[in-house]
């Protein structure tokens, strides 16, 4: 076996890990949604590429799309990380006499098998003009062909997550177009191109506080645990990339789709999201078991602890949703009985909690009809 | 005073303690025996982390399971796996708290272990995790003390400050080791656990 088939091993290897990691979650995708996710994955990146590529699309359509396929690529990449660059052996990897050549060789391929269809289209675009007119008239698309490449590398090889370049740029520019509605998609790639390499150059020179708070309550210690976890932080960011998508395809795909019928469907796997953390919960009672258990705290106290993280993330959950999807009061009521029925889920079925998520947004469904 | 009256632990089908019966004063004892005999589930049951099959253990008449029992008893054990997201300082602060002790400073001083004190608990060397579970199950100062294997790899130094303290320590001491300053230490009771047939 040479370095290059030993690094397409590690990469499957860690592939089949990280999905064990995340089946709990990605068992529900698989049950439900699979009809949907493959051509969304074939899709999604070809018609964004498209909508982006094209020249006539508005600068604030192409800043949304832009937004949303970095976010895509990152996730996506993110999430195989470890994977592609093989860390979990980086110290044998680093003692093997591969040459330079082998090694990027080695990387470019992984990249490009992890990143897909999503590095795969706008490379494609941009190989495919036609001449050097339609090259400068969409000089935008190369910028961007750029920034995907650049965000992948930056979610493979750099450790803290680019907020300048997925969050608070797309923000900033999107108020720049409403004042300056003259600003050019080229201009503002460009500058975003920029922003990415210098953020790329200097996201992992800012250390975060390695000190840590100080501790003195368990559900600190909770919260600590489900934040650290890079699976689950990772993961979950992915699905939610994914199911944004999934909903913005299927929209695509019925645009006469009635749009407050949309907000009671989309509420369920938002649930399944909220309510799934109640996997990090039993997972921390597995994993930590006898440490618990040295402590003079009685199952009562436990039961109420361990309920507080997930009440938070509920009470958050449903500030966003009344804030930005204007949810009444009687879709924050339904949004709390499916949290809570899957979280019931998970503890009594386990992997096929989502069962007592969709059984109740039957029930639901069935009540308000 | 820690009783064990007729316990029995299985594993599966794997009889790991079987009908044990003593009795452990205010004083030292020292568990030896071959690997696999029992030593590290004897610690666990003591603790109440284990249950037992059957037979009762207890602390001043106290079963180690109840939750009064608790804050009178200190385990160092490698099978307690401490969070790996949590700072050796997080760890004794949340510990402190929990059991109302003093922050160690002492013990972190004589150990020499104030220069790791915000160093994750998996990313410490073996010996400072070894130093951090022992300062855990002292500082807040137990009448019965559990320590699995209190010597493996400490410096020499730590040893020394460890076998001081256990030689100050007043309570009920039960460690297992296979070091021989404990397991022929004249100041310890020996206790042999059979090898399994």
Aim: include cysteine; proline fraction near 4%.
């Amino acid at each position: 076996m040479n370095y290059v088939a030993l690094r397409r091993q590690i990469y499957q290897h860690e592939i089949s890990q990280l999905l064990a990691a995340i089946r709990d979650f990605g068992l529900f995708i698989a049950a439900v949604c699979y009809q949907l996710i493959i051509p969304m994955f074939l899709i999604l990146p070809i018609f964004m590429g498209g909508q982006i590529a094209e020249a006539d699309t508005s600068t604030t359509q192409r800043l949304f799309h832009q937004s949303v396929y970095l976010l895509l690529s990152f996730t996506l990449l993110k999430i195989q990380a470890k994977a592609i660059t093989g860390g979990s052996y980086q110290y044998y990897l680093t003692s093997i006499p591969a040459s330079v050549g082998q090694k990027v060789y080695s990387h470019i391929k992984l990249c490009l098998i992890g990143g897909n269809l999503v590095l795969l289209s706008p490379l494609v675009l941009c190989f495919f003009m036609p001449n050097l007119a339609v090259i400068v008239s969409t000089r935008h698309l190369i910028f961007f062909t750029l920034m995907v490449l650049l965000i992948s590398q930056t979610a493979i090889l750099r450790t803290n997550p680019p907020i300048i370049s997925l969050a608070i740029t797309p923000l900033l520019s999107y108020f720049a177009i409403r004042y300056y509605p003259d600003l050019q998609s080229n201009a503002l790639t460009l500058a975003w191109l920029i922003i990415m390499v210098i953020e790329f150059c200097f996201v992992d020179k800012v250390k975060f506080n390695s000190r840590g708070r100080q501790l003195t309550h368990y559900n600190q210690m909770l919260l600590l645990f489900m934040r650290h976890r890079r699976a689950n932080v990772v993961g979950r960011s992915f699905g939610v990339v994914t199911i944004m998508a999934l909903f913005y395809y299927y929209l695509l795909q019925r645009p006469d789709f009635d749009l407050p019928l949309a907000h009671y469907i989309i509420a369920s796997p938002i649930a399944i999201f909220v309510g799934s953390y109640q996997f990090e919960i039993e997972r921390f009672r597995n994993q930590y078991r006898y440490y618990r258990s040295t402590f003079p705290l009685s199952n009562q106290f436990y039961r109420l602890n361990e309920t507080l993280p997930l009440a938070l993330l509920s009470l958050l959950t449903l500030s966003l949703g009344g804030y930005f999807l204007h949810w009444g009061l009687e879709l924050m009521l339904i949004e709390l009985i499916l949290i809570s029925a899957t979280a019931w889920g998970v503890r009594s079925w386990g992997r096929f909690y989502f069962i007592a998520n969709i059984t109740a947004t039957g029930i639901i469904i069935a009540l308000l009809n | 005073m820690l009783t064990f009256q007729a316990v029995s632990k299985s594993f599966g089908h794997n009889r790991v303690i079987d009908n044990f019966s003593q009795t452990f004063d205010s004083g030292k004892t020292c568990i030896v025996g071959e690997n696999g005999c029992g030593k590290t589930t004897l610690l666990m049951l003591a603790a109440g982390l284990e249950q037992p099959c059957s037979g009762q253990i207890s602390l001043n008449q106290v079963s180690v399971n109840e939750l009064a029992a608790k804050p009178h008893i200190g385990l160092s054990s490698d099978k307690v796996i401490y969070p790996r997201f949590l700072t050796a300082k997080q760890l004794i602060e949340f510990h402190c708290q929990t059991y109302q002790a003093q922050w160690p400073q002492d013990l972190l001083d004589k150990l020499h272990f104030n220069a790791h004190i915000h160093t994750k608990a998996p990313e410490l060397s073996l010996g400072n995790q070894k130093k951090l579970s022992l300062i855990l199950a002292l500082c807040h100062q137990p009448q019965c003390l559990l320590l699995d294997e209190p010597s493996t790899g400490l410096d020499s130094h730590s040893r020394q400050v460890i076998a001081q303290l256990l030689e100050q320590f007043d309570g009920c001491l039960v460690i297992t080791s296979h070091d021989r300053s404990y397991s022929q230490n004249p100041n310890y009771h020996i206790l042999e656990l059979a090898a399994k047939a």
